[in-house]
């Protein structure tokens, strides 16, 4: 077993114990294995792995990944790949061809391009509005007040298809200071559902603080580090 498998499977395991620890049905927690900054071959050993869903953040590397002979799979079980990083009006058309799925969309503006731009021969692009649960100027997202009203704008456009909510709260080691900003994403989450939205997807949590997310009910949870180890430094 490689080091990439036997992380891997170490972190199902995590999910798998705070499924349980948490009352969450077996399997109802997604793993999306945030390959941004890694080569295709570290990719390609997640995939022998089992793993089929992968995050990245940068376009034009994520672009090279995605046509890389080396991550060829059968057409029965294709390589679902997110894009998960802030979003540019000027990436949105290579975000929209190349991805199933979307994270980061805090701006109508960017919903319409993606929505404009997705092609008609692929199915609709799954996106998750990315909330700044935290309030930090550093991080892109949607401040909590204004989720209902951009979701519901969301939810209109004709090739989106409106998945749920994402979110990178502030890190904290204090198990019930991460769960806090989670609860917060949860309730907006479910406020949108009472709403009339068909929302099934909280992308939230990390390698260091998935048990909390899952604790609040995430469905998808994004792990980089636990998985392929430290984010390579260049230079």
Known sequence: MTRIAANLQAVRQRIAAAEHAFSRAPGSVRLLAVSKTWPAECVREALDAGQLAFGES?????????????????ALAPIEWH?????????????????????????????????????AVLPPLSVCLQVNVSGEASKSGVAPAEVRDLARRLADLPRLHLRGLMAIPAPSDEFA?????FAQVRELYEQLRDD????????MGMSYDIEAAIA????????????????????
């Open 58 to 74: 940068y376009v034009q590397e994520s672009l090279a990944k995605i046509a890389s002979p080396l991550l060829e799979t059968p």
């Open 83 to 119: 894009f998960i990083g802030p979003l540019q009006s000027n990436k949105t058309r290579q975000v929209s061809e190349h991805f199933a799925w979307a994270h980061s969309v805090d701006r109508l503006k960017i919903a319409e391009r993606l929505s404009a731009q997705r092609p």
């Open 177 to 181: 200071a991460q769960r806090a900003p």
């Open 196 to 203: 009339g939205l068909a929302l099934d997807t909280l992308s």
């Open 216 to 235: 609040e009910g995430a469905t998808l949870v994004r792990v980089g580090s636990a998985i392929f180890g430290a984010r390579p430094v260049s230079g």
